[in-house]
């Protein structure tokens, strides 16, 4: 059993909240727009920590992390990209990539819009934790938390961290 914490569009901010609720989880996942490499090494120095890299990124974050990640979790075949588009309407640039792995788990970040939701064309379950930074046009700043064990993904929690703007 893993516990993970997924969050995507920090845009280098730093919120101690993070480390509070991610204490019990044994990995954090970032979809992307890290921002900086000082936020990259904070995340590693709390837990192992898998990212890619998003399109605000830097080289020094791109060098350190992939465009698009895939890796196996128990028994959960993970992909995660920052620019992926959705259910429906998956961006042209990792749909084949996507289609031919046909992971059980696909998470996207970018949009800033949190949304779970099950694609039944692929049996796959796709996840956008929406955005823990404050940049961007979001209200209200989110992350995910979830358990794998084995071939479930379960006990999902929508974690709000407080409005964007204050």
Not at 44 to 49: I, N, R
Not at 55 to 78: C, S
């Amino acid at each position: 059993m893993i516990k993970v914490g997924l969050l995507s569009d920090t845009h280098a901010y730093w919120d101690d909240k993070y480390a509070e609720y991610f204490k019990d989880c044994d990995e954090i996942w970032h979809a992307g727009d890290i921002g900086s490499d000082l936020l990259a090494a904070k995340f590693e120095a709390l837990k192992p920590f898998k990212a890619v890299y998003g399109n605000i990124d830097g080289q020094a974050i791109r060098l350190q992390y992939p465009k698009v990640a895939h890796f196996k979790v128990e028994d959960v075949n993970v992909m995660m990209t920052h620019i992926g588009g959705y259910p429906g309407r998956y961006n042209p640039e990792i749909r084949k990539e996507l289609y031919d792995t046909r992971p059980n788990l696909f998470i996207s970040g970018h949009s800033h819009i949190l949304k779970v939701v099950f694609d039944r064309s692929l049996k796959c379950l796709y996840m956008n934790p929406g955005a823990a930074g404050k940049s961007g046009f979001h209200q209200v700043r989110t992350l995910l938390r979830f358990v794998i064990e084995g071939k479930d993904i379960k006990d999902l929690e929508v974690i709000e961290l407080g409005n964007r703007a204050l």
